[in-house]
Structures are given as structure tokens and as C-alpha cells.
């Protein structure tokens, strides 16, 4: 029996992992070919490999995202840069970095667009990074959604919304749920650790706009400068 105990951990502990690591900090229109599965053994293992050279950044891992049932991305340390406009989240997706100080995602060529739109239905998981100098003529800057949003340990650093475009409503700096009177289903958002820093709208809510979700979970959470 011990034995057989033994043996069973073992192979709990060489179970594989599959993740999809992004390491190029730069932008790109190209898809998903871009991006392959990575096979481990654990999340620090997959810290270390080496993926000097790769061609796969945050945009084409979403896009590789959606047609791998859900495998989670790893962003690389560093500052990603985006450039080429929104990121549609499609299907479910989840976003890992190494740390609020470690990932950035950055948007400072971005052209006045969001980072991130989750469509409805879809469930969006971020995890341990900072997201910062996004701005958008629509709600949002960071994550504007129709879908379910879970964000733990992520920072948003100077988001804004300005323009005309959208309600009133729609107009929050950070995050923003979007449109109420076309959705089918209402969207829930899930807040666990996060900080807002310097983040404004022309609209109501500096940081946040949650209207006529279905669930808003906020816990351990700053909000500075909104």
C-alpha cells in the first residue's frame, strides 16, 4: 500500500501542464500561428524555459487561446507593448503574469482603444500583472465587457475614457460593463486584490462602472485617484 501511495504521487507530481507562453513584448496583426502549446511539469518550470526569439505576443496568444479549449497564457516579464487596437476575447480565456511589477501590459500607442473587450457569455480571467496608460473613446479602457470578468493581484494604471461615443454609463476609465439595453444575459465581475491608480472618465465612475450585472464581488481592493 505504501508503495502504491508512493507511485501515485509521483505521478501527481510529473502530471504535464500545457500553457502558452507569450514572450514577444511587441504587437503584432498576425494570428495564432504565431503561438504554440507548451508542454511542463509546473508553472516555474515554465518560467525558465527559454523562448528567446519567439514570435507569439498577447495578441496572437488570445488568438491561439480560443481554439485550445481554454489553456491558460503566461506573459513574460517585461513591458508589453500594444499597438494595434482592441483584443476580442472571444472564448474563455485566462492571462497569468509573473507579478504586478514584473508583467506590464502597456498602451501607449494604442490609438485611443481599449485593451481587451470580453464578449458576452465569455469568462475572462487575469492574474498578476499591471495594466497601464490605456485610453478609449469608449468604456473601459482596460476591460470593457459583456461577459464575466475575474481579476486577481492586477494593478490599472492611468486608464481613461474620454469622447462622446457610448452612454454615459458606459464611460468608466478602467473597466466598464457595456451596453445593458442589447444583452441578452448579464454580465458578472469578480475584483479580488486589485488596485486602480489615476484612472478617469468623462462618465460616472473614475475606475468602474458596474451597471445591471448580475454579480459584482469587490474584496481587498484600492482605488486611488479615481
Known amino acids: 500500500l505504501c508503495s502504491l501511495l508512493l507511485l501515485l504521487a509521483a505521478f501527481k507530481c510529473a502530471a504535464v501542464e500545457y500553457w502558452i507562453l507569450a514572450s514577444n513584448l511587441e504587437d503584432s496583426e498576425t494570428g495564432d500561428e504565431r503561438c504554440t502549446v507548451q508542454n511542463t511539469t509546473s508553472f516555474a518550470a515554465l518560467s525558465n524555459v527559454s523562448n528567446g526569439g519567439s514570435a507569439c505576443n498577447l495578441r496572437?496568444?488570445?488568438?491561439?487561446?480560443?481554439?485550445?479549449?481554454?489553456?491558460?497564457?503566461?506573459?513574460?516579464?517585461?513591458?508589453?507593448?500594444?499597438?494595434?487596437?482592441?483584443?476580442?476575447?472571444?472564448?474563455?480565456?485566462?492571462?497569468?503574469?509573473?507579478?504586478?511589477?514584473?508583467?506590464?501590459?502597456?498602451?501607449?500607442?494604442?490609438?485611443?482603444?481599449?485593451?481587451?473587450?470580453?464578449?458576452?457569455?465569455?469568462?475572462?480571467?487575469?492574474?498578476?500583472?499591471?495594466?497601464?496608460?490605456?485610453?478609449?473613446?469608449?468604456?473601459?479602457?482596460?476591460i470593457g465587457t459583456y461577459g464575466i470578468i475575474n481579476v486577481r493581484r492586477v494593478a490599472f494604471v492611468r486608464c481613461v475614457t474620454s469622447g462622446t461615443s457610448g452612454t454615459m454609463r458606459e464611460k468608466a476609465g478602467a473597466i466598464a460593463v457595456l451596453n445593458q439595453d442589447s444583452r441578452t444575459a448579464d454580465p458578472s465581475v469578480y475584483l479580488y486584490n486589485a488596485t486602480f491608480r489615476d484612472c478617469s472618465a468623462t462618465g460616472q465612475g473614475g475606475c468602474?462602472?458596474?451597471?445591471?450585472?448580475?454579480?459584482?464581488?469587490?474584496?481587498?481592493?484600492?482605488?486611488d485617484g479615481c
Open 60 to 142: 496572437a496568444a488570445v488568438a491561439k487561446a480560443a481554439t485550445t479549449s481554454g489553456v491558460p497564457i503566461l506573459l513574460s516579464a517585461g513591458m508589453h507593448n500594444i499597438s494595434r487596437g482592441e483584443i476580442t476575447i472571444s472564448a474563455e480565456t485566462t492571462i497569468y503574469g509573473h507579478g504586478e511589477a514584473i508583467t506590464l501590459v502597456n498602451g501607449t500607442h494604442n490609438r485611443q482603444t481599449r485593451l481587451f473587450a470580453v464578449n458576452e457569455g465569455v469568462s475572462f480571467f487575469v492574474r498578476s500583472l499591471t495594466i497601464s496608460d490605456f485610453s478609449s473613446t469608449a468604456g473601459g479602457a482596460a
Open 208 to 223: 468602474l462602472g458596474l451597471y445591471s450585472v448580475q454579480t459584482a464581488i469587490i474584496k481587498d481592493s484600492l482605488f
